[in-house]
């Protein structure tokens, strides 16, 4: 596939049908992780023009900031710390409407107001996390969780 992505408009449930297959021919074929998880950030942040878009990844029992897109990040977080932390402690996804009430919250921008972090699982082990910030409160849903689940799913990691 040629390395252009056609940004769907419609429902957001629209938009993710649209994504979902081109991500799939992004990522086909390459076998290496950190291309495939820059593209995916990418195409995240290009379709959905959320404030940050990537991956952190278990490294040495932290997680450790990947390919992403957006303004500069943490480069370390602690298990349970933060919502990051915290979906990799449960191996669960975490919808935070806002970032402030959230217990033990990393501002690593203050300008973040809502968040989604959605665990990878290999083997029942949580391997990284996608996460995904915006400036306006309450952006994602379980419309984001089921898709961008469907999404972590389609990495070979």
């Not at 690593?108 to 699982?121: A, F, N």
Request: hydrophobic share 45%; with cysteine; aromatic share 8%.
């Amino acid at each position: 596939m040629a390395e252009d992505l056609i940004i769907a408009t419609g429902s957001k449930a629209e938009q993710y049908q649209s994504l979902i297959p081109q991500i799939q021919a992004l990522i086909e074929g390459e076998l290496d992780l950190i291309a495939n998880l820059a593209n995916i950030a990418a195409a995240l942040k290009e379709q959905f023009g959320w404030f940050w878009a990537g991956f952190y990844i278990v490294k040495e029992n932290e997680l450790v900031v990947g390919p992403f897109q957006g303004p500069v990040a943490c480069t370390r977080i602690r298990k349970g710390r933060g919502v990051c932390g915290a979906s990799w402690e449960k191996a669960q996804t975490i919808i935070v409407p806002d970032v402030e009430k959230f217990p033990g919250h990393i501002a690593c921008s203050s300008l973040s107001r809502s968040e989604i972090v959605v665990p990878v699982i290999r083997n029942n082990e949580v391997v990284g996390v996608l996460d995904a910030d915006s400036e306006a409160y309450n952006r994602f849903d379980t419309t984001d969780q089921h898709y961008l689940e469907k999404i972590v799913e389609l990495i070979q990691w």
